[in-house]
């Protein structure tokens, strides 16, 4: 799914005769970028190399959500927790990059958006990947592939598997804590919507966290994720705006309009929801007001 390929890259380099540029594909990267604009707008090559450099780190990504699901199913949370610290440092960087782009001004930008009709950031096979895995579960993505029907069909089988937080809910139901077991068989291709029982098995948890610090550690990893997509979202979002106002997306949709309506989306609602319940004087008071 990821195109890698260990035994093909080992192969196109001869034992001894590794160098930099053949190693790391140097030449083959740098042919890559193909400006549509003619005269070509110097701006363009940024425009190209940002969304490039977000593919590769969309890749690494789920490279890594993978990792994770592999260690939470071998009961190893504390490495699950290491692998999502790498992935929140490239979330980190996937909020940093947007700056770069808008050192574009809009009015550049707008002489040579018409070219990249009707490519759109909507065509992200692999976001949709990282989407289904994390677990936003929109079945309607799935039409705006395009034509490619080997990708459509990944597609498919992608948003059918069980989401990185499912394979937690199987671990907190190993370790010992009351998960229902219709959350555990629940349809995996469906948007999984939190569920109050989860809340309250988690709750021992949260309340005495030196006694429960993997599985503690852990969820608050999940959170954190939830929280960085968000941040992307929205600084993805008021970018968007700077760049073209209220004007549609070259993928079809309303553009800022739309993209506003996907920011209230939460991944992980359970983790949200527990925050209410932690007690304390004002966490009381909050939750009667
Ligand atoms: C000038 C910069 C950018 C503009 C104006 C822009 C604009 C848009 C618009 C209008 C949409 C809505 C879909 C549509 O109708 O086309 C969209 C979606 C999207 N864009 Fe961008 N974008 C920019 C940069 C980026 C970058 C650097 C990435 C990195 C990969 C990116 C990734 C995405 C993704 C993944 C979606 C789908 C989001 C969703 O469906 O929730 N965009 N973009």
Redesign the pocket.
């Known amino acids: 799914m990821t195109n890698h390929d260990p035994d093909r890259s080992a192969a196109a380099v001869p034992p001894g005769k590794v160098s930099y540029g053949s190693y790391l594909k140097v030449p083959e990267l740098l042919s890559l970028q193909s400006e549509l604009s003619r005269p070509v707008h110097r701006d363009e090559l940024l425009?190209i190399i940002?969304?490039q450099v977000?593919?590769l780190w969309?890749k690494q990504t789920l490279h890594e959500l993978r990792g994770i699901c592999d260690y939470i199913d071998q009961d190893r949370p504390l490495r699950a927790a290491q692998l999502f610290t790498r992935v929140h440092a490239i979330q980190h960087l996937l909020i940093d990059?947007?700056p770069l782009?808008e050192t574009?001004f809009s009015v550049d930008?707008a002489k040579f958006?018409d070219h990249l009709r009707p490519a759109?950031?909507?065509q992200?096979i692999q976001?949709r990947h990282l989407e289904f895995l994390a677990g936003y579960k929109n079945a309607k993505?799935l039409g705006l592939v395009g034509d490619d029907a080997a990708a459509r069909k990944e597609m498919e089988d992608s948003l059918a598997r069980p989401t990185v937080y499912d394979h937690l809910l199987k671990f907190l139901g190993r370790a010992g804590l009351a998960i229902p077991a219709e959350v555990l068989s629940r349809d995996t291709t469906q948007q999984y919507n939190g569920d109050d029982r989860v809340v309250a098995a988690l709750l021992p948890v949260y309340r005495d966290i030196d006694s429960h610090y993997p599985i503690f550690r852990l969820c608050e990893h999940f959170l954190e994720f939830d929280e960085r997509m968000s941040l992307w979202?929205f600084h993805?979002v008021k970018?968007?705006e700077r760049?073209?106002g209220g004007l549609?997306?070259?993928?079809?949709?309303?553009?800022?309009k739309?993209?506003y309506s996907?920011l209230g989306n939460k991944l992980y609602p359970d983790l949200w929801a527990i925050r209410d319940h932690l007690g304390g004087t004002y966490g009381e008071s909050a939750q009667s007001t």
């Open positions: 425009f940002s969304h977000y593919e969309f990059q947007l782009l574009m930008f958006r759109s950031g909507f992200s976001f993505v979202r993805h970018m968007v760049m073209i549609g997306g070259t993928g079809g949709s309303s553009g800022a739309y993209l996907t």
